[in-house]
T-cell receptor, first 116, second 115 residues
Framework: EPEVTQTPSHQVTQMGQEVILRCVPI?????FYWYRQILGQKVEFLVS????????KSEIFDDQFSVERPDGSNFTLKIRSTKLEDSAMYFC??????????????FGPGTRLTVL | AQSVTQPDIHITVSEGASLELRCNYS??????LFWYVQSPGQGLQLLLK????DTLVQGIKGFEAEFKRSQSSFNLRKPSVHWSDAAEYFC?????????????WGLGTSLAVNP
């Protein structure tokens, strides 16, 4: 069964460093998302991506964040200069094949980011 | 404002007992409603979803949920809980139209199952 994969499973970084979180969405999906979950808090939407551009972003997704689909399979989230408060679990999701309803999102296992 | 409320942070039930997890939402447009489950160290797995039509929807693992528009609720139920159901359960609401399909999430309910 197709699934969303994410690497690494755990990333530890120093404050101020750049990190790139990687995701491989389900191959024929058209919509891609990043969410994060700070420990003990609710899952929060960061950004959605469709047709090679951001379709919506939250207020969390400031200039320190960027997303990219560098090839036909990967979808990345970059944080340019990490802050302590960026420590969270980051989930990638994908949805929607051509002609189908796009609302059901399939999630990866997450990357736990720890900023020291 | 768009929001999802799960009033119960933590619930403990005995194996074999029935279960109901509550979810209330506030959403300006026609909502699509979801329940996801997250086992420790795992990702988010879709249990069931409501788009339209029959307000009682069936999901995987013997779960069902009922959409009640008048109460803005989408409660999750299971008639007989198994020990393997211990996990975190999230209710989420999404937009029914457009290319912006972000999900808005509740805080989650942690379910513990006593043997």
């Amino acid at each position: 069964e197709p699934e969303v994969t994410q690497t690494p499973s755990h990333q530890v970084t120093q404050m101020g460093q750049e990190v790139i979180l990687r995701c491989v969405p389900i191959s024929n999906h058209l919509y891609f998302y990043w969410y994060r979950q700070i420990l003990g808090q609710k899952v929060e939407f960061l950004v959605s991506f469709y047709n090679n551009e951001i379709s919506e972003k939250s207020e969390i997704f400031d200039d320190q964040f960027s997303v990219e689909r560098p090839d036909g399979s990967n979808f990345t989230l970059k944080i340019r200069s990490t802050k302590l408060e960026d420590s969270a679990m980051y989930f990638c999701a994908s949805s929607g094949t051509s002609g189908s309803w796009v609302g059901e999102q399939f999630f990866g296992p997450g990357t736990r980011l720890t900023v020291l | 404002a768009q929001s999802v409320t799960q009033p119960d942070i933590h619930i403990t039930v005995s194996e074999g007992a029935s279960l109901e997890l509550r979810c209330n939402y506030s959403y300006g447009a026609t909502p699509y409603l979801f329940w996801y489950v997250q086992s420790p160290g795992q990702g988010l797995q879709l249990l069931l979803k409501y788009f339209s039509g029959d307000t009682l929807v069936q999901g995987i693992k013997g779960f069902e949920a009922e959409f009640k528009r008048s109460q803005s609720s989408f409660n999750l139920r299971k008639p007989s809980v198994h020990w393997s159901d211990a996990a975190e359960y999230f209710c989420a609401v999404g937009a029914a139209a457009g290319n912006n399909r972000k999900l808005i999430w509740g805080l989650g309910t942690s379910l513990a199952v006593n043997p």
